[in-house]
Protein backbone atom coordinates (compact mmCIF):
# COMPACT_ATOMS: atom_id res chain seq x y z
CA UNK A 1 0.00 0.00 0.00
CA UNK A 2 1.45 3.39 -0.84
CA UNK A 3 2.71 5.72 2.17
CA UNK A 4 0.36 8.69 2.31
CA UNK A 5 2.10 11.94 3.45
CA UNK A 6 -0.47 13.82 5.50
CA UNK A 7 -2.19 16.53 4.20
CA UNK A 8 -1.59 20.13 5.12
CA UNK A 9 2.18 19.25 4.35
CA UNK A 10 4.16 22.00 3.73
CA UNK A 11 7.69 22.47 2.72
CA UNK A 12 9.64 23.95 5.71
CA UNK A 13 13.64 23.28 6.02
CA UNK A 14 12.77 22.35 9.49
CA UNK A 15 10.36 19.49 8.98
CA UNK A 16 11.25 18.65 6.10
CA UNK A 17 14.23 15.78 6.70
CA UNK A 18 11.55 14.34 9.37
CA UNK A 19 9.08 14.02 6.55
CA UNK A 20 11.23 12.14 4.37
CA UNK A 21 11.22 8.60 6.65
CA UNK A 22 8.47 7.76 3.99
CA UNK A 23 11.30 7.98 1.04
CA UNK A 24 14.28 5.27 2.64
CA UNK A 25 14.23 3.62 5.65
CA UNK A 26 18.54 5.15 5.76
CA UNK A 27 16.71 8.36 6.16
CA UNK A 28 14.93 7.62 9.49
CA UNK A 29 17.66 6.88 11.55
CA UNK A 30 20.40 9.23 9.30
CA UNK A 31 18.63 12.79 9.96
CA UNK A 32 18.52 13.72 13.54
CA UNK A 33 19.55 17.36 13.11
CA UNK A 34 18.26 18.74 16.49
CA UNK A 35 19.18 15.97 18.98
CA UNK A 36 22.38 15.29 19.31
CA UNK A 37 23.56 19.33 20.25
CA UNK A 38 21.54 19.63 23.17
CA UNK A 39 24.14 21.28 25.28
CA UNK A 40 22.53 22.88 27.89
CA UNK A 41 23.58 26.53 26.95
CA UNK A 42 19.79 27.87 26.94
CA UNK A 43 19.14 26.41 29.91
CA UNK A 44 22.41 28.02 31.54
CA UNK A 45 21.88 31.55 30.36
CA UNK A 46 18.05 30.95 31.19
CA UNK A 47 19.09 29.56 34.92
CA UNK A 48 21.74 32.45 35.28
CA UNK A 49 19.33 35.10 34.72
CA UNK A 50 16.57 33.86 37.03
CA UNK A 51 18.76 33.73 39.96
CA UNK A 52 20.20 37.29 38.96
CA UNK A 53 16.35 38.07 39.48
CA UNK A 54 15.57 36.55 42.29
CA UNK A 55 19.06 38.11 43.93
CA UNK A 56 17.46 41.29 43.14
CA UNK A 57 13.79 40.99 43.78
CA UNK A 58 15.30 38.97 47.29
CA UNK A 59 16.29 42.89 49.04
CA UNK A 60 19.51 40.84 50.72
CA UNK A 61 21.14 44.19 51.20
CA UNK A 62 18.22 46.02 52.18
CA UNK A 63 19.88 46.18 55.71
CA UNK A 64 22.62 47.84 54.16
CA UNK A 65 23.11 51.22 55.77
CA UNK A 66 23.80 52.74 52.17
CA UNK A 67 21.46 52.29 49.34
CA UNK A 68 23.67 53.32 47.58
CA UNK A 69 25.79 50.04 47.77
CA UNK A 70 22.87 47.57 47.24
CA UNK A 71 22.13 49.46 43.86
CA UNK A 72 25.54 49.23 42.62
CA UNK A 73 25.40 45.57 43.82
CA UNK A 74 22.47 44.99 42.11
CA UNK A 75 23.94 46.82 38.97
CA UNK A 76 26.65 44.69 39.17
CA UNK A 77 25.01 41.24 39.62
CA UNK A 78 22.63 42.85 36.15
CA UNK A 79 25.39 43.22 34.30
CA UNK A 80 28.22 40.53 35.20
CA UNK A 81 25.30 38.09 34.67
CA UNK A 82 24.06 39.67 31.39
CA UNK A 83 28.11 39.60 30.43
CA UNK A 84 28.33 35.95 31.81
CA UNK A 85 25.20 34.84 29.05
CA UNK A 86 26.80 36.63 26.50
CA UNK A 87 30.21 34.56 26.88
CA UNK A 88 28.08 31.00 27.62
CA UNK A 89 26.60 31.55 24.52
CA UNK A 90 29.19 32.15 22.35
CA UNK A 91 32.05 29.91 24.55
CA UNK A 92 30.26 26.27 24.05
CA UNK A 93 29.71 26.03 20.40
CA UNK A 94 33.44 27.27 19.95
CA UNK A 95 34.92 25.08 22.28
CA UNK A 96 32.55 22.26 23.33
CA UNK A 97 30.43 21.88 19.99
CA UNK A 98 33.28 22.19 17.21
CA UNK A 99 35.84 19.84 18.29
CA UNK A 100 33.13 17.46 19.28
CA UNK A 101 31.16 17.27 16.38
CA UNK A 102 32.20 19.85 13.76
CA UNK A 103 31.44 23.33 12.53
CA UNK A 104 27.99 23.94 11.75
CA UNK A 105 25.77 27.21 11.32
CA UNK A 106 21.58 26.47 11.89
CA UNK A 107 19.59 28.17 8.84
CA UNK A 108 18.03 31.14 10.67
CA UNK A 109 14.09 30.55 10.98
CA UNK A 110 11.62 33.02 11.83
CA UNK A 111 10.52 33.44 15.60
CA UNK A 112 6.80 33.85 14.48
CA UNK A 113 6.18 30.37 14.72
CA UNK A 114 2.62 29.02 15.26
CA UNK A 115 4.01 27.70 19.01
CA UNK A 116 5.84 30.78 19.61
CA UNK A 117 2.55 33.05 18.72
CA UNK A 118 1.11 31.72 20.91
CA UNK A 119 3.45 31.88 23.99
CA UNK A 120 3.14 35.82 22.82
CA UNK A 121 -0.15 35.89 23.19
CA UNK A 122 -0.74 34.38 26.19
CA UNK A 123 2.12 35.88 27.61
CA UNK A 124 0.27 39.09 26.55
CA UNK A 125 -3.26 37.87 28.00
CA UNK A 126 -1.43 37.11 31.45
CA UNK A 127 0.12 40.91 31.23
CA UNK A 128 -3.04 42.38 30.56
CA UNK A 129 -5.05 40.38 32.90
CA UNK A 130 -2.75 41.28 35.43
CA UNK A 131 -2.35 44.92 34.72
CA UNK A 132 -6.53 44.96 35.04
CA UNK A 133 -6.45 43.34 38.29
CA UNK A 134 -3.64 45.65 39.78
CA UNK A 135 -5.94 48.47 38.24
CA UNK A 136 -9.04 47.49 39.72
CA UNK A 137 -7.11 46.94 43.59
CA UNK A 138 -6.11 50.29 43.13
CA UNK A 139 -9.18 52.30 42.20
CA UNK A 140 -10.64 50.17 44.87
CA UNK A 141 -8.18 51.52 47.55
CA UNK A 142 -8.59 54.66 49.32
CA UNK A 143 -7.38 57.52 47.79
CA UNK A 144 -4.83 58.06 50.78
CA UNK A 145 -2.86 54.43 49.83
CA UNK A 146 -0.65 54.50 46.87
CA UNK A 147 1.85 51.99 47.59
CA UNK A 148 1.07 48.63 46.07
CA UNK A 149 4.24 46.94 47.58
CA UNK A 150 3.75 48.49 50.91
CA UNK A 151 -0.19 48.33 51.41
CA UNK A 152 -0.31 44.96 49.30
CA UNK A 153 -3.16 43.75 47.38
CA UNK A 154 -6.46 42.29 48.12
CA UNK A 155 -5.82 39.16 50.00
CA UNK A 156 -7.68 37.08 46.86
CA UNK A 157 -6.07 38.85 44.17
CA UNK A 158 -2.24 38.26 45.86
CA UNK A 159 -2.62 35.07 46.14
CA UNK A 160 -3.61 34.53 42.46
CA UNK A 161 -1.07 36.23 41.41
CA UNK A 162 1.09 34.25 43.53
CA UNK A 163 -0.26 30.89 42.11
CA UNK A 164 -0.26 32.29 38.59
CA UNK A 165 4.01 33.01 38.97
CA UNK A 166 4.32 29.73 40.27
CA UNK A 167 2.59 27.96 37.72
CA UNK A 168 4.66 30.54 35.15
CA UNK A 169 7.77 29.10 36.83
CA UNK A 170 7.24 25.13 36.89
CA UNK A 171 5.51 25.07 33.02
CA UNK A 172 8.30 27.39 31.49
CA UNK A 173 10.76 24.66 32.29
CA UNK A 174 7.96 21.84 31.54
CA UNK A 175 7.22 23.59 28.13
CA UNK A 176 10.81 23.45 27.47
CA UNK A 177 11.17 20.15 27.89
CA UNK A 178 8.31 18.69 26.20
CA UNK A 179 8.30 21.16 23.08
CA UNK A 180 11.81 22.14 22.21
CA UNK A 181 12.56 18.09 21.67
CA UNK A 182 13.98 17.43 25.18
CA UNK A 183 11.68 14.62 25.52
CA UNK A 184 14.62 12.17 25.26
CA UNK A 185 16.41 13.23 28.38
CA UNK A 186 13.97 10.92 30.94
CA UNK A 187 15.95 12.65 34.17
CA UNK A 188 14.30 15.72 33.19
CA UNK A 189 11.36 14.65 34.44
CA UNK A 190 12.78 14.57 37.89
CA UNK A 191 13.68 17.86 37.47
CA UNK A 192 10.17 19.03 36.75
CA UNK A 193 8.43 17.08 39.67
CA UNK A 194 11.35 18.94 42.14
CA UNK A 195 10.63 22.17 40.79
CA UNK A 196 6.71 22.03 40.66
CA UNK A 197 7.81 20.60 44.66
CA UNK A 198 9.55 23.79 45.47
CA UNK A 199 7.39 25.59 44.46
CA UNK A 200 4.51 24.24 46.11
CA UNK A 201 6.24 24.60 49.17
CA UNK A 202 7.00 28.54 48.28
CA UNK A 203 3.46 28.86 47.81
CA UNK A 204 2.29 27.07 50.77
CA UNK A 205 4.96 28.07 53.17
CA UNK A 206 5.31 32.22 52.25
CA UNK A 207 2.63 34.26 53.60
CA UNK A 208 2.24 37.59 52.15
CA UNK A 209 1.15 39.15 48.95
CA UNK A 210 3.17 38.45 45.79
CA UNK A 211 6.03 40.17 46.06
CA UNK A 212 7.40 38.21 48.57
CA UNK A 213 6.56 35.06 46.54
CA UNK A 214 8.66 35.86 43.56
CA UNK A 215 12.23 36.20 44.96
CA UNK A 216 11.77 32.59 46.26
CA UNK A 217 10.50 31.28 43.25
CA UNK A 218 12.51 32.68 40.78
CA UNK A 219 15.63 31.52 42.90
CA UNK A 220 14.75 28.22 42.89
CA UNK A 221 13.76 28.13 39.33
CA UNK A 222 17.07 29.76 37.99
CA UNK A 223 18.52 26.86 40.21
CA UNK A 224 16.57 24.26 38.53
CA UNK A 225 17.45 25.27 35.24
CA UNK A 226 20.82 26.15 36.14
CA UNK A 227 21.92 22.46 37.66
CA UNK A 228 19.79 21.08 34.60
CA UNK A 229 21.67 23.04 31.59
CA UNK A 230 24.95 22.00 33.92
CA UNK A 231 24.28 18.06 34.00
CA UNK A 232 22.82 18.42 30.25
CA UNK A 233 26.76 19.86 29.25
CA UNK A 234 28.20 17.54 31.42
CA UNK A 235 26.70 14.54 29.35
CA UNK A 236 27.07 15.78 26.17
CA UNK A 237 30.98 16.76 27.02
CA UNK A 238 30.87 12.80 28.49
CA UNK A 239 28.73 11.45 25.56
CA UNK A 240 30.90 12.78 22.67
CA UNK A 241 34.41 12.37 22.05
CA UNK A 242 36.49 15.00 20.50
CA UNK A 243 37.39 14.41 16.80
CA UNK A 244 40.95 14.71 17.35
CA UNK A 245 40.41 11.54 20.43
CA UNK A 246 38.82 9.50 17.56
CA UNK A 247 41.04 10.33 14.98
CA UNK A 248 44.09 9.14 17.55
CA UNK A 249 42.62 5.65 18.29
CA UNK B 1 2.97 4.10 -18.47
CA UNK B 2 0.88 5.54 -15.97
CA UNK B 3 1.29 9.02 -13.76
CA UNK B 4 2.97 7.50 -10.92
CA UNK B 5 5.58 5.66 -13.20
CA UNK B 6 5.98 9.00 -15.07
CA UNK B 7 6.62 10.93 -12.04
CA UNK B 8 9.39 8.40 -10.29
CA UNK B 9 10.92 8.29 -13.51
CA UNK B 10 11.36 12.26 -13.80
CA UNK B 11 12.84 12.74 -10.21
CA UNK B 12 16.31 13.52 -10.05
CA UNK B 13 18.45 11.05 -10.10
CA UNK B 14 21.04 12.67 -8.77
CA UNK B 15 19.35 13.66 -5.36
CA UNK B 16 17.59 10.65 -5.34
CA UNK B 17 20.72 8.32 -4.50
CA UNK B 18 19.89 7.70 -0.52
CA UNK B 19 23.83 8.80 0.37
CA UNK B 20 23.33 12.35 -1.38
CA UNK B 21 19.61 12.49 -0.48
CA UNK B 22 21.05 12.47 3.21
CA UNK B 23 23.71 15.07 2.37
CA UNK B 24 21.24 17.14 0.42
CA UNK B 25 18.59 16.65 3.18
CA UNK B 26 21.01 17.60 6.04
CA UNK B 27 22.40 21.13 4.12
CA UNK B 28 18.80 22.35 3.43
CA UNK B 29 18.53 23.09 6.99
CA UNK B 30 21.83 24.75 7.76
CA UNK B 31 23.50 27.68 5.98
CA UNK B 32 26.83 25.64 5.97
CA UNK B 33 28.80 22.67 8.25
CA UNK B 34 32.43 21.56 7.77
CA UNK B 35 33.47 17.98 6.82
CA UNK B 36 34.09 16.13 9.88
CA UNK B 37 29.75 17.74 11.43
CA UNK B 38 28.10 16.33 8.23
CA UNK B 39 30.34 12.99 8.57
CA UNK B 40 28.99 12.77 11.98
CA UNK B 41 25.71 12.96 11.19
CA UNK B 42 25.53 10.91 8.00
CA UNK B 43 26.96 8.05 9.31
CA UNK B 44 29.12 7.40 6.28
CA UNK B 45 33.17 6.89 5.50
CA UNK B 46 35.32 9.62 4.66
CA UNK B 47 35.90 8.42 1.19
CA UNK B 48 32.29 7.54 0.50
CA UNK B 49 31.19 10.87 1.70
CA UNK B 50 33.75 12.77 -0.36
CA UNK B 51 32.58 11.07 -3.87
CA UNK B 52 29.15 11.95 -3.61
CA UNK B 53 30.10 15.21 -2.40
CA UNK B 54 32.59 15.61 -5.53
CA UNK B 55 29.59 14.26 -7.27
CA UNK B 56 26.79 17.24 -5.88
CA UNK B 57 29.67 20.26 -6.54
CA UNK B 58 30.16 18.60 -9.91
CA UNK B 59 26.19 18.99 -10.58
CA UNK B 60 26.75 23.00 -9.24
CA UNK B 61 24.52 21.89 -5.98
CA UNK B 62 26.97 22.51 -3.44
CA UNK B 63 29.62 24.77 -2.67
CA UNK B 64 32.93 23.48 -1.24
CA UNK B 65 35.37 25.91 0.64
CA UNK B 66 38.61 25.17 1.83
CA UNK B 67 39.99 27.45 4.59
CA UNK B 68 41.59 27.12 7.91
CA UNK B 69 40.52 27.52 11.93
CA UNK B 70 43.81 28.79 13.44
CA UNK B 71 45.66 26.38 12.39
CA UNK B 72 43.19 23.59 11.46
CA UNK B 73 42.33 22.74 8.19
CA UNK B 74 38.44 23.32 7.43
CA UNK B 75 36.14 22.39 4.69
CA UNK B 76 33.33 24.15 5.43
CA UNK B 77 29.87 23.03 2.67
CA UNK B 78 26.99 24.76 1.72
CA UNK B 79 24.30 24.07 -0.59
CA UNK B 80 24.08 26.36 -3.35
CA UNK B 81 20.73 28.09 -5.03
CA UNK B 82 20.52 25.44 -7.38
CA UNK B 83 20.56 22.62 -4.75
CA UNK B 84 18.06 24.18 -3.02
CA UNK B 85 15.87 24.67 -6.04
CA UNK B 86 16.97 21.09 -6.69
CA UNK B 87 16.01 19.60 -3.55
CA UNK B 88 12.46 21.33 -3.14
CA UNK B 89 11.62 20.24 -6.94
CA UNK B 90 13.18 16.69 -6.29
CA UNK B 91 10.57 16.88 -3.32
CA UNK B 92 7.51 18.17 -5.02
CA UNK B 93 7.55 15.33 -7.68
CA UNK B 94 8.16 13.08 -4.89
CA UNK B 95 5.13 14.10 -3.17
CA UNK B 96 3.39 14.06 -5.97
CA UNK B 97 4.80 10.32 -6.80
CA UNK B 98 3.07 9.26 -4.01
CA UNK B 99 -0.08 11.12 -3.87
CA UNK B 100 -0.85 9.87 -7.47
CA UNK B 101 -0.06 5.68 -5.92
CA UNK B 102 -2.31 6.68 -3.09
CA UNK B 103 -5.51 8.32 -5.23
CA UNK B 104 -5.59 5.29 -6.85
CA UNK B 105 -4.84 2.66 -4.19
Not at chain 1, 102 to 131: C, D, E, H, K
Not at chain 1, 210 to 232: D, M, Y
Amino acid sequence: MPVMIPSGFRLDKRSLPCKLVCVNKDLIDGIKLSKRYDTGGCELVFGLMCLAFGFINSNLLDSSADSKVAEIVNASVLIGTGALCYWIVRAIPRYVVWPRMGYFLPQPTTFWRTSNIVLVLVIMAAAIGAACLVASAELKRPADQFNIASSGFGHEVSIACAIAVLVVCAASYAYWFLLVGKRECLWKWIVVVLLVAGLLAIGLGVHGNVFKVLAPAALLTGTAWLISGAATLVLYVRDNKRTDEVHHE
Amino acid sequence: MNEQVRCINSLNRIIHEPGRLKIVAHLAGLKECDFIYLLNEIGMSKGNLSTHLTRLEAAGYIQIDKTYRGKTPLTVLRLTEAGHAAFKEYFQTLKTALNQGAGAG
